[in-house]
């Protein structure tokens, strides 16, 4: 027994030759197949993007501020092209008692707040916006004051929620759903 004991541990501890390697013209020799290195889930982590998430919320509400100045101006002129530009074609918008759909109807309706009904501003003031891929969600409250010869103004306050989304050529930012809730209506003294 101790001679096959022998052998094996002597089998084991002689150096043998490296197996040749094949000649890669050779047609019969063996593929041989590099792997790429393995990478792990930690090795693609994204750095973190808290200020590049900052930054994208800071130029979407500076352009939705400019935006919102637009529409404001349209709607005091009834300018009906300059409101539907801002809407997306398949645009909602609800006001106590309507829901209007589609950028047409909604520069219908919101035209005949300017002119007919003496609108001198229409403005909106963001209390809060979210941030996320192509859509923008904004609130806050706005502020509409009409002022008729030989009347007290009148102001109207109210909240709105309004959701924007990156509108395919020439990208720009058009509102998905709008919604005005009207909270007090006063004539203001003096």
């Known amino acids: 027994m101790a001679i096959p004991i022998l052998a094996f541990v002597l089998g084991a ?8 390697r094949p000649n890669a013209a050779d047609p019969n020799a063996p593929a041989v197949v590099q792997l790429p290195p393995v990478i792990l889930p930690s090795d693609t982590a994204k750095p973190d993007t808290t200020e590049r998430v900052r930054q994208r919320l800071a130029e979407a509400t500076s352009a939705l501020g ?35 759909t589609g950028s047409v109807a909604i520069a219908n309706t919101l035209a005949a707040l300017g002119p007919p009904k003496s609108l001198k501003e229409f403005k909106r003031t963001s209390q809060g ?29 109210g909240t709105y929620v309004t959701t924007w989304r990156i509108h395919p050529p020439p990208m720009t930012w058009v509102i998905k759903t709008d919604e005005l809730r009207p909270r007090t209506t006063r004539r203001p003294k003096g």
């Open 13 to 20: 501890c002689t150096e043998r030759p490296a197996p040749a």
């Open 129 to 157: 916006t979210r941030i996320a891929d192509s859509t923008v969600a904004d609130s806050g409250d706005f502020v509409a004051i009409s002022k008729r010869a030989g009347a007290d103004s009148l102001v109207e306050r």
């Open 66 to 100: 400019q935006n919102y100045a637009v529409l404001g101006t349209a709607i005091v002129f009834g300018d009906r092209r300059m409101i539907a530009s801002q809407y997306a074609p398949d645009a909602v918008l609800r006001m106590p008692g309507a829901t209007h």
